[in-house]
């Protein structure tokens, strides 16, 4: 292979040579079991969801690509599946579809080979997240759709046992095909730029192995120049790579509740806040829209910028706006999938959140700088002249554990005729056939 001496190529070196380590096999196996819980819902229909049936109405899912670009599609139309930090985005609903894809169509693929291709994505993913530094996503790039394109060919890459030229020509040819606005957030475009990245991901590394030959000689590079607007780091996407895998730190976050990560501090400083007007007032919680005069969240700099929707009309468009997750948290205990759902918002929980006003706070640092120091304090005014405030970091949020077992319980019962104990075996992929099993799980 040429050594251009470029971040393609060095990336690519690592790609092939990696070996990760049991822990961080043993942490995807989580990984993949909240995937199959987000997804299954969707593609079987038992959620609302009006976005899959057209997407296979154009893309038929007999081929490995189409059934990559749906099977994305589902795993984000919940907006229900996991986050990581550094990749400031949803890993696995792009690299798990890709392998899924792929795997089906190669039967000798082993578990122990996909377990590792996935964590080599997750890692590409975090890495790209740091290199390109904090502007991307404030620029309005959606980086799951835009990173996750390469970092779906990575790991379809490694699980096909591509070449160390085969991978940086694939990383190249996804690079070039990254796309996707936050523009898009509230509608079924945003899960759609998942899918979109799996298939670009799947159809760059499908390319290379056919002997489509495109320019991989310093292609990341400019990627990352061209969409880092100087704030790019490019060092971060090799320095210490798998030291430690960024499947284990910082780690995938599996959410608790089916809206925005943006949201999930404000949700549960509201959910704080319930229980201190429950107690402190001794009223029930329907007179809690009357008792209050107005409230306000308050947050760094910037930090609203995913969850941007002020006055939500549908559920979709709910899971982005804090004013209606305040709303519903502080209402109902709870955030409940069929609230943010395709549905029209519930009138009495929309008059609550027109209650809820923005606020910045001045002396944090910008969101942008350091979204891990995030914080949502929520207070609610009341029209007694008094007021209750509760305040919760994200580092708070994403501390506590999901059960993703539970998660994946939970999505199943909506299922009667999958077998939860049989589809968690099969998510853990620790004998022969459970990969085949999963993959069965998405034909028609």
Same mark, same amino acid.
């Given at each position: 292979?040429?050594?251009?001496?470029?971040?393609?190529?060095?990336?690519?070196?690592?790609?092939?040579?990696?070996?990760?380590?049991?822990?961080?096999?043993?942490?995807?196996?989580?990984?993949?079991?909240?995937?199959?819980?987000?997804?299954?819902?969707?593609?079987?229909?038992?959620?609302?969801?009006?976005?899959?049936?057209?997407?296979?109405?154009?893309?038929?899912?007999?081929?490995?690509?189409?059934?990559?670009?749906?099977?994305? &599609? =589902?795993?984000?139309?919940?907006?229900?599946?996991?986050?990581?930090?550094?990749?400031?985005?949803?890993?696995?609903?792009?690299?798990?579809?890709?392998?899924?894809?792929?795997?089906?169509?190669?039967?000798?693929?082993?578990?122990?080979?996909?377990?590792?291709?996935?964590?080599?994505?997750?890692?590409?993913?975090?890495?790209? !997240?740091?290199?390109?530094?904090?502007?991307?996503?404030?620029?309005? $790039?959606?980086?799951?759709?835009?990173?996750?394109?390469?970092?779906?060919?990575?790991?379809?890459? %490694?699980?096909?046992?591509?070449?160390?030229?085969?991978?940086?020509?694939?990383?190249?040819?996804?690079?070039?095909?990254? =796309?996707?606005?936050?523009?898009?957030?509230?509608? *079924?475009?945003?899960?759609?730029?998942? !899918?979109?990245?799996? %298939?670009?991901?799947?159809? *760059?590394? #499908?390319? *290379?192995?056919?002997?489509?030959?495109?320019?991989?000689?310093?292609?990341?590079?400019?990627?990352?120049?061209?969409?880092?607007?100087?704030?790019?780091?490019?060092?971060?996407?090799?320095?210490?790579?798998?030291?430690?895998?960024?499947?284990?730190?910082?780690?995938?976050?599996?959410?608790? &509740?089916?809206?925005?990560?943006?949201?999930?501090?404000?949700?549960?400083?509201?959910?704080?806040?319930?229980?201190?007007?429950? #107690?402190?007032?001794?009223? @029930?919680?329907?007179?809690?829209?009357?008792?209050?005069?107005?409230?306000?969240?308050?947050?760094?700099?910037?930090?609203?910028?995913? @969850?941007?929707?002020?006055?939500?009309?549908?559920?979709?468009?709910?899971?982005?706006?804090?004013? $209606?997750?305040?709303? =519903?948290?502080?209402?109902?205990?709870?955030? /409940?999938?069929?609230?943010?759902?395709?549905?029209?918002?519930?009138? +009495?929980? *929309?008059?609550?959140?027109?209650?809820?006003? %923005?606020?910045?706070?001045?002396?944090?640092?910008?969101?942008?700088?350091?979204?891990?120091?995030?914080?949502?304090?929520?207070?609610? +005014?009341?029209?007694?002249?008094?007021?209750?405030?509760?305040?919760?970091?994200?580092?708070?949020?994403?501390?506590?554990?999901?059960?993703?077992?539970?998660?994946?319980?939970?999505?199943?019962?909506?299922?009667?005729?999958?077998?939860?104990?049989?589809?968690?075996?099969?998510?853990?992929? /620790?004998?022969?056939?459970?990969?085949?099993?999963?993959?069965?799980?998405? /034909?028609?």
């Amino acid at each position: 292979m040429s050594d251009y001496s470029s971040m393609t190529t060095r990336l690519a070196r690592l790609i092939v040579a990696a070996q990760p380590d049991t822990i961080a096999i043993d942490l995807a196996r989580n990984g993949v079991t909240d995937f199959i819980a987000c997804a299954l819902p969707v593609w079987h229909g038992v959620v609302a969801d009006s976005g899959l049936a057209p997407l296979k109405a154009v893309y038929s899912d007999n081929d490995s690509q189409a059934r990559c670009l749906l099977l994305g &599609y =589902a795993g984000h139309a919940l907006d229900f599946d996991d986050f990581h930090s550094g990749f400031r985005g949803h890993p696995s609903t792009v690299i798990l579809p890709a392998l899924l894809a792929l795997a089906d169509e190669h039967p000798d693929i082993t578990e122990d080979a996909f377990l590792s291709a996935y964590i080599i994505g997750v890692e590409t993913a975090g890495r790209l !997240g740091l290199a390109a530094g904090p502007r991307h996503y404030s620029l309005g $790039y959606h980086n799951t759709a835009t990173l996750g394109a390469i970092a779906a060919a990575a790991a379809t890459c %490694r699980l096909i046992g591509a070449t160390e030229e085969q991978t940086a020509n694939a990383l190249g040819l996804a690079a070039t095909q990254a =796309a996707g606005l936050r523009a898009q957030f509230g509608s *079924a475009m945003k899960p759609l730029h998942a !899918g979109l990245a799996a %298939r670009a991901g799947l159809a *760059a590394t #499908q390319l *290379a192995l056919a002997g489509f030959h495109g320019s991989h000689d310093r292609v990341i590079d400019a990627f990352l120049a061209a969409h880092g607007e100087g704030q790019q780091r490019p060092d971060a996407l090799t320095a210490q790579w798998g030291a430690p895998w960024r499947i284990c730190s910082p780690g995938l976050i599996f959410k608790r &509740y089916p809206t925005c990560g943006g949201t999930h501090s404000a949700a549960e400083a509201a959910l704080i806040l319930r229980e201190q007007w429950l #107690q402190s007032s001794g009223k @029930p919680i329907d007179d809690l829209t009357a008792a209050a005069d107005s409230i306000t969240v308050t947050f760094p700099p910037g930090g609203d910028a995913a @969850p941007f929707i002020r006055r939500a009309t549908t559920g979709v468009e709910a899971r982005f706006s804090l004013e $209606y997750v305040i709303a =519903a948290a502080l209402l109902e205990g709870e955030l /409940r999938l069929d609230r943010f759902a395709e549905v029209p918002v519930e009138p +009495w929980i *929309a008059a609550l959140a027109d209650k809820v006003s %923005r606020q910045e706070d001045p002396s944090a640092p910008p969101d942008e700088l350091n979204p891990d120091a995030r914080f949502h304090e929520v207070t609610l +005014w009341l029209k007694d002249d008094t007021s209750l405030t509760a305040r919760v970091t994200w580092q708070q949020t994403s501390a506590t554990v999901t059960d993703v077992a539970h998660k994946l319980r939970q999505t199943v019962s909506l299922l009667p005729e999958i077998n939860a104990d049989g589809l968690l075996g099969w998510c853990q992929l /620790r004998a022969a056939g459970d990969l085949a099993a999963l993959t069965r799980l998405w /034909r028609s």
